[in-house]
């Protein structure tokens, strides 16, 4: 596969051998394959083998894909919940080299030791996040399953939006959200669908409660579609009623501002943190700096929060084909709040700018 | 809080100072409350600190819970999934002695390293899994809510059964379990959905496709409600049209036959092998040994699949007021199996022996 000779070549250059890939999206990037444990040995000599506790399953197609070009498939007896018998396995199937790589941001310390134990001829050193990095830039078969996700969760959000909403729970309208994504073809939601209404609008990480939905309220959504692995966000703020309040429309313009800067910043060769600055800075302007988050954005693909960050912290610019949100949000502590997340791909002004893949309105509509 | 109170006894008994309790299950049982990210610092001195990346929330319920009690409560600024920031933080809220127990089947490698170079100062140890050895056996609050999730399970499953069945997608049917669920009460599914049909029946992992049931075909259903964090788990097998075959009649009893056994095992004392060993003999007896899977069952609790493990290697005895699942089941490549999973609490055969949380029938329906 494509994608494992390219992992290959960069870290046998770094000077690696062997490696072992443990976090679970990193696997299903490398092989296809999701299942739930299995671990994946990268060897020098492109002899690769999937340690799997079970045969590999995909989206209903089932495995084995063993014996599936260079991909070898074994699967692992006992319980390999227990790090032991995975490490044993592993050294038993393991390479004949001295340095195997790992993921030390994914593999627990006990983990790491029982490894360490089991395969003591291996000296084990870190793989870093070379896997990450290489999943950044997006292929076209990747961009074209996010591209189906955003389409599943546009329709989604849209069939909600010309149903009835006041009188409704929080929670019965997110699992009406998620049922019509499952209709559309989604594998599942991308991340637990968030919906809030009046105090609770625009609060980033709300569960869904009892509070039903009430004339006057501001009520912010944010869902996504699962699609061949592939997740997308979007969130959107409504407004209840015949008609917005000053506050509520003020609130929106600011944000809708904001998220239209970090939009307009996104284009390859800019700093991370500059598009995070770009939405940033209208909010703190108007005096809300107090009360936003750490990022205004993050890459997406295999998980719904992967690199790059866009925060003021974040190291490295951004690259054509790489996905991400921009998601900047107001929430004031008793009132409710604004929130407008989109999902957009990188792109080169010459190619018409950033692509936009949540294409729902963002006018302010009163519903 | 009592709980905390109790594992400080027992870890300074033990020579132990302060403790990181990390693993998200850990910090909820040990806090009260579910907030991604947090982690919990024990002092020594009895002041503990939830070290949290937002606002508390559990069900519904919106923090902060700081100065409840004995338990503070800090918010912490930045990026908390960059392992330095934490770290720092941690230090500077952390405890004046030299050595931490932190939880190491939790930590990864690159936490715990950014923990030791943020914090010089302290020595880290092991907690080992303290937290999950005393999150054994269950207290009366917490077999309350798993009570009232099993009883969720059963009315969710039971208006299934009322429904139509044939013509209808594994995903479809699983999609209506959780809305029902929801409906009458649950937080969530316990766990995804798994509905087989056919030649799907009885694999346990099996993802819910777009197969439709039919007549003729054994459907296995596993689910489970999320009550106030808690879990439980159902399995059952149904036979789909007028009538099942001798070979359906056949797998069904022996199946039947070996979870009984299973279930009539779990007494205080009894080892956690001999649990598996006596749900596992039946099946293997009848040359099904080779299909089946590593263990028999497990404990439920804050999470799905907690220790106890029921199966041929585990090592350790069976405690009143421990709940379990007891769930064998046989599938035949190509043809489908048969599953049947209940949730119980042991208890002495004083008190009438175990508790059966899930009580829908397991007469083989036809349905």
């Known amino acids: 596969m494509a994608r494992r000779s390219r992992l290959r070549d960069r870290w046998t250059a770094a000077g690696g051998e062997a490696a072992l890939v443990s976090r679970p999206a990193n696997v299903r990037y490398l092989t296809g394959w999701s299942v739930p444990g299995a671990v994946l040995l990268l060897g020098a000599d492109g002899r690769d083998t999937l340690l799997s506790p079970a045969a590999p399953v995909t989206d209903g197609r089932t495995g084995p894909p063993c014996t599936t070009g260079d991909l ?54 870190g793989l870093g996040r070379a896997v990450e990095q290489q999943r950044l830039v997006k292929d076209e078969q990747e961009l074209a399953a996010l591209r189906v996700a955003a389409e599943i969760t546009d329709h989604a959000l849209g069939e909600l939006l010309e149903s009835i909403l006041v009188g409704r729970t929080e929670r019965h309208l997110a699992l009406e959200l998620e049922r019509r994504l499952m209709d559309h073809g989604a594998d599942g939601p991308a991340f637990p669908t968030c919906v809030g209404t009046g105090r609770n609008s625009g609060l980033p990480g709300h569960r869904p409660g009892d509070r039903r939905v009430e004339e006057g309220d501001f009520l912010s959504v944010r869902l996504g579609a699962r699609y061949r692995g592939y997740r997308c966000q979007i969130g959107r703020t409504f407004v209840i009623g015949p008609a917005p309040a000053d506050w509520q429309i003020e609130l929106y313009e600011l944000v809708f501002a904001a998220q239209r800067a970090g939009r307009e910043a996104l284009l390859p060769g800019t700093e991370y943190r500059e598009v995070d600055r770009a939405a940033r800075h209208p909010l703190e302007a108007a005096g809300y700096g107090d009360v936003l988050e750490p990022g205004t954005g993050h890459g997406v693909g295999l998980e719904i929060g992967e690199d790059p960050r866009l925060s003021p912290a974040a190291m490295g610019k951004l690259d054509a084909c790489v996905p991400v949100t ?7 502590p008793g009132r409710g709040g604004v929130r407008i997340d989109d999902t957009l791909v990188v792109r080169p002004q010459a190619d018409g700018g950033p692509e936009l893949l949540t294409i729902t309105t963002k006018e302010l509509l009163a519903l």
């Open 72 to 125: 070898r498939c074994t699967v692992l007896p006992g319980d390999v919940s227990d790090p032991a018998v995975a490490a044993a396995e592993l050294a038993a199937a393991g390479p004949a080299t001295a340095l195997l790589a790992v993921e030390e941001h994914d593999l627990t310390v006990v983990r790491h030791r029982a490894l360490a134990a089991a395969a003591p001829r291996l000296r084990l050193t």
């Open 326 to 332: 921009v998601e900047p949000g107001v929430h004031l």
